[in-house]
T-cell receptor, first 115, second 115 residues
């Protein structure tokens, strides 16, 4: 498609439950990035992919967060055993060239609320 | 790591006046500086970007300047309109050492244009 599509738009989970977020990048874009935006507007880089390969996961909390980008499927970000501090808006972005040294297009985000 | 400081955090201007938002970065290896506009409930939208081999770039009412020596860059919006009201984020892209680039964002400036 012509825009980054994220689903669902809103997600509410009880503490300890699993949350799974999806992202369909723009067609033809080979790089996908996940960012977390917390209440004070701060963006935190989580992970990036080149096609189905993890490119950079230096921002990922290793214990409970995982992500995949499989061929012919939306990319996904999964949080096991959610905690209250996981409440945030999670944005996916895609770009056509290597890394972020080019235009990156963001989706509308998934607002995760952990109660 | 990279650190991006953004000022001011809030800015109110009269319709028709100019608005200037300033950012500084710490990593001299950063070479790509995009600006994003985020409206309420939406994802960041790229409005203009500049690369380190250019000192200034303009697109209609929006301009960005970059001073590599001082490590700061600025967004200028002229003839502001109410629809310019949003949160604006600057960002810097640096080589992470893991074979990829990742964006480091400023904390945002909430711009209000008063009719």
């Amino acid at each position: 498609g012509e825009e980054v599509a994220q689903t669902p738009k809103h997600l509410v989970r009880g503490e300890g439950q699993k949350a799974k977020l999806y992202c369909a990048p723009i067609k033809g874009h080979s790089y996908v990035f996940w960012y977390q935006q917390v209440l004070k507007n701060e963006f935190k880089f989580l992970i990036s992919f080149q096609n189905e390969n993890v490119f950079d996961e230096t921002g990922m909390p290793k214990e409970r967060f995982s992500a995949k980008c499989l061929p012919n499927s939306p990319c996904s970000l999964e949080i096991q055993a959610t905690k209250l501090e996981d409440s945030a808006v999670y944005f996916c972005a895609s770009s056509q060239y290597k890394g972020m040294n080019t235009e990156a297009f963001f989706g509308q985000g998934t607002r995760l609320t952990v109660v | 790591g990279e650190n991006v400081e953004q000022h001011p955090s809030t800015l109110s201007v009269q319709e028709g006046d100019s608005a200037v938002i300033k950012c500084t970065y710490s990593d001299s290896a950063s070479n790509y500086f995009p600006w994003y506009k985020q409206e309420l409930g939406k994802g960041p939208q790229l409005i203009i970007d500049i690369r380190s081999n250019v000192g200034e770039k303009k697109d209609q009412r929006i301009a960005v300047t970059l001073n590599k020596t001082a490590k700061h860059f600025s967004l200028h919006i002229t003839e502001t309109q109410p629809e310019d009201s949003a949160v604006y984020f600057c960002a810097a892209s640096r080589y992470s050492g893991a074979g990829s680039y990742q964006l480091t964002f400023g904390k945002g400036t909430k711009l209000s244009v008063i009719p």
